[in-house]
């Protein structure tokens, strides 16, 4: 399992955009990126997965360079209800979830 | 309709008791999960079963014993409970070959 490595927290202030980065020097070829949220008190929740270049949906985009050693989370414009702890993962697609494993994950604080 | 839910949200024990949390997904999934998250907020996965059947025990005591009555349940029994099971417990679902997981709200159990 590719180990990762996220900064243990960030700060932003409601409206700016928050990019948090992750490495995974030891990914494998058919690894996936996935990244999950988890508000306080609540259990995570799947925000988004890639593989390569860019991914987007309606809550955030994942960018992962070609050599796919790194990868950034980026939420725009964010509020104070994205204060949460988010985790990357990484793994194979196919293996099911509990190959993914959890790490420290990044602590996002927004402030008013 | 809540997706992944587990009873009771809170459970406050004495030491050397033995209890229960119920887990119950209505999303169709065969692969559940228990997680454990600790103070530091460590998520570590427990178990896993898929079609009723175990698939991973990580090293846990066996005081913590996983029954799985059919596939939208998986309820966990902790036996002789002891201070350091205080922790969030978190129950999950996904199919089998996903790395899409659904979280429970998770239980807050402090043994005193």
């Known amino acids: 399992l590719a180990k990762t490595t996220q900064p243990i927290s960030m700060d932003s202030y409601e409206g700016q955009e928050v990019n948090i980065t992750c490495s995974h020097n030891n990914i494998a070829t058919n690894d996936y990126i996935t990244w999950y949220q988890q508000f306080p008190s609540q259990g995570p929740r799947f925000i988004i997965q890639?593989?390569?270049t860019k991914v987007t949906n309606e809550v955030a985009s994942l960018f992962i360079p070609a050599d796919r050693k790194s990868s950034t989370l980026s939420l725009p414009r964010v509020s104070l209800s994205d204060t949460a702890v988010y985790y990357c993962?990484?793994?194979?697609?196919?293996?099911?979830?509990?190959?993914?494993?959890f790490g420290t994950g990044t602590r996002l604080l927004v402030s008013p | 309709d809540t997706a992944v839910s587990q009873t009771p949200k809170y459970l406050v024990t004495q030491m050397g008791n033995d209890k229960s949390i119920k887990c119950e997904q209505n999303l169709g999934h065969d692969t559940m999960y228990w997680y454990k998250q600790d103070s530091k907020k460590f998520l570590k996965i427990m178990f896993s079963?898929?079609?009723?059947?175990?698939?991973i025990n990580e090293t846990v005591p066996n005081r913590f014993s996983p029954k799985s009555p059919d596939k939208a349940h998986l309820n966990l029994h902790i036996n002789s409970l002891e201070l350091g099971d205080s922790a969030v417990y978190f129950c999950a679902s996904s199919h089998g070959s996903a790395t899409e997981a659904f979280f429970g709200q998770g239980t807050r159990l402090t043994v005193v």
């Open positions: 993962l990484v793994g194979l697609m196919n293996t099911g979830f509990q190959k993914l494993v």
């Open positions: 890639g593989y390569k």
């Open positions: 079963y898929n079609n009723k059947e175990l698939i």
